[in-house]
């Protein structure tokens, strides 16, 4: 990475992992990257970048903002290990022993497609087995070959098992999938059985990709506020709090006839509940609204709510008053205690 001393414009650039030697933390918070020294040449010490932080230094003038050299990210870094881990780490023998194995039956399969001719000449010697062999080439297709009784021919071709391959492969893929957190029909398998499958264990996928895209967002609004940062040191913008956001689109399966079916049952279970008293209004569009958080809907139950009674022009009711008051109550019987300790007695 780049800044211009002029205007603290930013270049990006990319420093292959190959290339770093080592990942200086900071004296105890070794979760946190100072520095990344990179591979020297010639036998010298190559030189050490100081990670992106916040300055914490009260007296420069670039306090509360982002300066550094570089940014640094890893995944799956525990504490002791500021290099992180590869998802594929914990996998990687296996997934080397099924690439050899599906080479291997690549061979097989050639192997599995090659013949030969296998001839029975009934009372030759050995001699005249060789005179026939030199007056009979391999046939080639389509021609036509003629024999006595004496002579068969016949076409011999290997039984290699093809069935235990396949099982072998499926359970490795099912392995891999399952140790990779993702269904086994996201890797080829196909049929309702595999569908009805991948319905209903999508939902965890789904979650650790958003965990992970969530991470990459986080990345970019780092990316955005240094920039933005930089630019506010070198005076090239003015001073302000500006915020930077990483819009990525919605990782979310789409509506399911399950789900119709399930949003249905628990409308008609809510407001029997509330007609019989059990729970509240406000609890019941409050559960209402954690369901369709589920799916990916978002919205706050109690603003929808006070819309809803407002546009309706009707009175709010009681229990929704009732809290009202009771939480106004508090709040007020907080300020109050909070009073009572400024004022000296």
Same mark, same amino acid.
């Given at each position: 990475?780049?800044?211009?001393?002029?205007?603290g414009r930013v270049r990006l650039g990319y420093v292959d992992p190959v290339n770093i030697a080592d990942v200086h933390t900071v004296r105890g918070y070794p979760e946190v990257c100072a520095?990344?020294?990179? *591979?020297?040449? #010639?036998?010298?010490?190559?030189? &050490?970048?100081?990670?992106? $932080? !916040?300055?914490?230094? +009260?007296?420069?003038? @670039?306090?509360?903002?982002?300066?550094?050299?570089?940014?640094?990210?890893?995944?799956?870094?525990?504490?002791?290990?500021?290099?992180?881990?590869?998802?594929?780490?914990?996998?990687?023998?296996?997934?080397?022993?099924?690439?050899?194995?599906?080479?291997?039956?690549?061979?097989?399969?050639?192997?599995?497609?090659?013949?030969?001719?296998?001839? *029975?000449?009934? #009372?030759?010697?050995?001699?005249? &087995?060789?005179?026939?062999? $030199? !007056?009979?080439?391999? +046939?080639?297709?389509? @021609?036509?070959?003629?024999?006595?009784?004496?002579?068969?021919?016949?076409?011999?071709?290997?039984?290699?098992?093809?069935?235990?391959?396949?099982?072998?492969?499926?359970?490795?893929?099912?392995?891999?999938?399952?140790?990779?957190?993702?269904?086994?029909?996201?890797?080829?398998?196909?049929?309702?059985?595999?569908?009805?499958?991948?319905?209903?264990?999508?939902?965890?996928?789904?979650?650790?990709?958003?965990?992970?895209?969530?991470?990459?967002?986080?990345?970019?609004?780092?990316?955005?506020?240094?920039?933005?940062?930089?630019?506010?040191?070198?005076?090239?913008?003015?001073?302000?709090?500006?915020?930077?956001?990483?819009?990525?689109?919605?990782?979310?399966?789409?509506?399911?006839?399950?789900?119709?079916?399930?949003?249905?049952?628990?409308?008609?279970?809510?407001?029997?509940?509330?007609?019989?008293?059990?729970?509240?209004?406000?609890?019941?569009?409050?559960?209402?609204?954690?369901?369709?958080?589920?799916?990916?809907?978002?919205?706050?139950?109690?603003?929808?709510?006070?819309?809803?009674?407002?546009?309706?022009?009707?009175?709010?009711?009681?229990?929704?008053?009732?809290?009202?008051?009771?939480?106004?109550?508090?709040?007020?019987?907080?300020?109050?205690?909070?009073?009572?300790?400024?004022?000296?007695?």
């Open positions: 990475m780049d800044t211009s001393p002029v205007n520095a990344v020294e990179l *591979t020297g040449r #010639g036998g010298r010490k190559g030189p &050490i970048l100081a990670a992106v $932080r !916040e300055e914490s230094d +009260p007296r420069k003038e @670039s306090h509360g903002r982002l300066t550094g050299e570089v940014f640094y990210w890893a995944i799956n870094r525990p504490p002791n290990s500021p290099r992180g881990r590869s998802d594929l780490v914990a996998n990687l023998d296996f997934i080397h022993a099924f690439e050899e194995s599906m080479f291997q039956e690549l061979d097989r399969l050639g192997l599995m497609k090659a013949f030969i001719w296998d001839v *029975t000449l009934q #009372g030759a010697d050995e001699e005249q &087995i060789r005179e026939f062999l $030199r !007056e009979n080439r391999t +046939p080639k297709p389509g @021609s036509t070959r003629a024999h006595n009784e004496r002579v068969s021919w016949q076409a011999v071709s290997p039984d290699l098992a093809m069935a235990d391959t396949k099982n072998f492969f499926d359970m490795m893929r099912t392995y891999l999938a399952a140790c990779q957190h993702r269904p086994d029909s996201w890797f080829g398998s196909g049929g309702k059985a595999y569908q009805t499958e991948a319905d209903l264990m999508g939902e965890p996928t789904f979650r650790d990709l958003e965990s992970r895209q969530a991470y990459v967002a986080h990345m970019l609004r780092t990316v955005f506020r240094f920039v933005l940062d930089q630019a506010v040191i070198h005076k090239a913008i003015p001073p302000g709090d500006y915020e930077a956001e990483a819009n990525l689109p919605e990782i979310a399966r789409s509506l399911r006839k399950e789900d119709a079916e399930t949003f249905s049952a628990l409308f008609d279970t809510l407001a029997a509940a509330e007609d019989r008293g059990w729970i509240t209004r406000r609890r019941a569009a409050t559960l209402f609204a954690d369901m369709a958080h589920n799916i990916g809907m978002t919205w706050d139950a109690a603003d929808e709510l006070a819309e809803t009674v407002m546009a309706d022009g009707e009175r709010i009711p009681r229990d929704y008053e009732g809290m009202e008051a009771l939480m106004r109550e508090i709040e007020a019987r907080i300020e109050a205690r909070r009073v009572e300790r400024e004022v000296p007695a």
